[in-house]
Structures are given as structure tokens and as C-alpha cells.
């Protein structure tokens, strides 16, 4: 099932990034066939074959100077599958093939995006049926990719809804009405998490695909890997009550996850960084109401900012439980998760979404 990402507010015209289906059927290095290969190569630990298919692949810098923004995404989408193959055994890629390097800072720049693949080109920019691109063909990798293509039009269209809730005081009926929506779109990565504890095994993860997410090092900087981990709820969590509640753990984490984000988003950041969270706004506005009953737009606003943290609050309880999974004792090689932060900090966001839900109950929800 295809899920196209559909910004509010733009259309191919002025992001090419919303493009999916393009930059999906895009082939700009004739990879398909190379990438074909690459699960019998991982499955074989060939990295020799998989150094070959990298160097192969290599666009002349020049040739991908002239490619547009689609074309782009899609070059560092196929060259990431064998960045991650590579650094999985051992080997880090562009010490192995330097001419890579030049052209990974060029696609880079030209998508103002960080110079490696992200959870972007490994879910939503890549293709399905028989051209989807794999570390390892399993029917279970083809279902995590899946699940995180599920959570992508409700995230993306999140983000206007939460512009709004910025721009709104709770007294507003819109302010309610805009957190509701907030919560259609939040119970899309509810399902996709759902999705994923019924169909990928904690062993899986952690055993065989959670070692093809490892940082590889580019330019002498580290970046992560394409994981799950990066699929950006933060929007949400900054707009409802991160954004003036600051969390030294969490503010880290999230400063480490920015550059992975799309630049909308990354601009979105910088928008409501700093601004009054909706639980700030409820709790302020609740404060100088001295009747026992509060003003009707008070309330609903109370219990619709309530739902969507309960809503959150049960995406991070199944997040952190799945993660207690798969990074059990029997089971762990790493001891942080994909997305560069240890278990522990789940707990962490965890504890303070419940925290604010609790808040806004008392409040009046």
C-alpha cells in the first residue's frame, strides 16, 4: 500500500520531497539489479561483493551535479543500502571506496539532508514490490519498512495541526478542535507500532537488522543509520508540552535527531522552539478561572489536550516495552538503541508525557 507524504501547505511545485511516488520509481544509478543482490551478499557476509557493488554504483560527481532533488534522494537511497551492508560487517564504507565521499556531501547539499541515507529513504522513499531495497529480503524488514510508511501522512499532516494549536489560546473553540485532529493523526503511529509487534519479532530486530543501523563515518563524523528511531513524533511532543518544559536527556536526544529530520520539519523546530507549550497555554489559562465549573471552550480544550497525551502516552508504553524486547539481556549487542539513545530514556519520555496528562486531568480534563 503506498503512502504518499502530502505536506499542508506545499505540493511538488515547491518540495520535491512530497514527490514519493517519483522518487520511488527513480533509478538514477541503474541500481535495481546491484540492489537485488545485496541480501544473498549480506546473508554471506561478501564484502568483497559488496565493496565492488558500492564502487559500481559511485556517480561521477559531475554527472550528479545536473540531477534534481528527486534523482538525488534516490541515489542516496540505493548508496545507503550498501553504506549500512558494509559497516554491518565490519567494514566502514568510504574508507573502503573514498570516491564516494564527495558525492555523498553533493547529494547532501543538494537535498539539505545529512550525507548518508535516513529512515525517509529507507521507508518512504523506497520502492515496493520487487525494486524495494532490503539488507536482507526477510518478509519481517519488509514489514517494519511498512509499519514506519504507515505513520508518515498522519506525522506529516500533524504538523499543520499542531501550527495551529501554536497559534490558538484554549479559549478558542478551534484550539480543541485542532488538538482532535492532532489525535487522528497520533493514533496512526499507535497502529503502526501495533502493526509491528504482530509481525516483527524482537529476536529479528535485534539479532539480524538492528546491526545494519550502525553510525558510519563520513568526513570524520559519525551519522546513524536509518532506524525507525528517527520517525519524528517529536513535532508533537514540543507543540503539546516539551517546547517549555525542558528535559536535559530528551532536549539532547532531540538536538541529536534534528539533522535526520526533513528540512519542513527541521524548520517547524525552529518555529515553536522556545514558544508556550498547549499544556503551558491550558494551565495559565485555567489559573485565573476562579468559578468551579470552567467556561465550556475551557473544558473541551482540557479534555481534548488530554485524550491526545493519553493517546502518546500509549505509543510510549508499547514503544518502551518493545524495546525492553529487543534489548533484553539474551538478545542485546548494543547498548543504545537505533536512534543513538539507550533504553532508558523511553522511560524518561515516557514518565513526562504521563506526567503532563496528569497535569491537565487535575487541571480539569
Not at 68 to 78: F, I, P, Q
Not at 219 to 224: F, I, N, Q, S, V
Not at 293 to 298: E, H, I, M, Q, V
Request: proline fraction near 8%.
Amino acid at each position: 500500500m503506498p503512502y504518499d507524504l502530502v505536506v499542508p501547505g506545499l505540493d511538488e511545485r515547491t518540495d520535491p520531497r512530497c514527490r514519493t511516488g517519483d522518487i520511488r520509481a527513480a533509478d538514477p544509478l541503474g541500481a535495481d539489479a546491484v540492489l537485488a543482490a545485496v541480501p544473498a551478499m549480506n546473508a554471506d557476509a561478501d564484502t568483497a561483493a559488496l565493496t565492488v557493488a558500492l564502487r559500481a554504483l559511485v556517480p561521477d560527481p559531475d554527472r550528479a551535479a545536473d540531477w534534481s532533488v528527486v534523482a538525488a534522494l534516490a541515489a542516496m537511497r540505493d548508496l545507503g543500502i550498501l553504506l549500512g551492508s558494509l559497516k554491518r560487517h565490519g567494514v566502514q564504507p568510504v574508507a573502503a571506496v573514498p570516491e564516494v565521499l564527495p558525492v555523498l556531501e553533493l547529494l547532501a547539499r543538494r537535498t539539505d539532508m545529512v550525507p548518508r541515507d535516513t529512515v525517509h529513504h529507507y521507508t518512504a522513499w523506497n520502492p515496493t514490490g520487487p525494486r524495494r531495497r532490503s539488507y536482507t529480503g526477510h518478509p519481517m524488514e519488509a514489514h517494519l519498512q511498512e509499519a514506519v510508511r504507515m505513520t508518515y501522512p498522519g506525522l506529516v499532516a500533524a504538523l499543520d495541526s499542531c501550527d495551529r494549536i501554536a497559534r490558538l489560546e484554549p479559549y478558542d473553540p478551534g484550539f480543541a478542535h485542532a488538538l482532535d485532529r492532532t489525535a487522528e493523526h497520533v493514533r496512526t503511529v499507535v497502529d503502526a507500532i501495533d502493526f509491528t509487534v504482530a509481525r516483527v519479532s524482537p529476536e529479528y530486530f535485534a539479532r539480524t537488522l538492528r546491526p545494519y543501523f550502525e553510525e558510519i563515518d563520513v568526513a570524520g563524523r559519525d551519522y546513524l543509520g536509518p532506524a525507525a528511531a528517527q520517525i519524528p513524533l517529536w513535532p508533537v511532543d514540543l507543540t503539546l508540552w516539551q517546547c517549555d518544559r525542558p528535559h536535559p536527556a530528551y532536549d539532547s536526544f532531540l538536538a541529536d535527531s534534528l539533522p535526520y529530520a526533513l528540512p519542513s520539519w527541521r524548520a517547524f523546530h525552529a518555529r515553536h522552539h522556545g514558544g508556550v507549550s498547549a499544556v503551558g497555554k491550558l494551565s495559565a489559562a485555567i489559573s485565573w478561572e476562579s468559578a468551579e465549573r470552567l467556561p465550556p471552550a475551557l473544558e473541551a480544550s482540557a479534555h481534548a489536550l488530554a485524550r491526545v497525551l493519553r493517546l502518546l502516552k500509549s505509543f510510549r508504553a508499547r514503544h518502551l516495552t518493545l524495546a525492553r524486547k529487543a534489548y533484553r539481556e539474551e538478545l542485546r549487542r548494543y547498548d543504545e538503541g537505533s536512534g543513538g539513545a539507550p533504553v532508558a530514556l523511553l522511560r524518561s519520555i515516557l514518565d513526562l508525557t504521563r506526567d503532563n496528562e496528569t497535569l491537565v486531568r487535575r487541571s480539569g480534563a
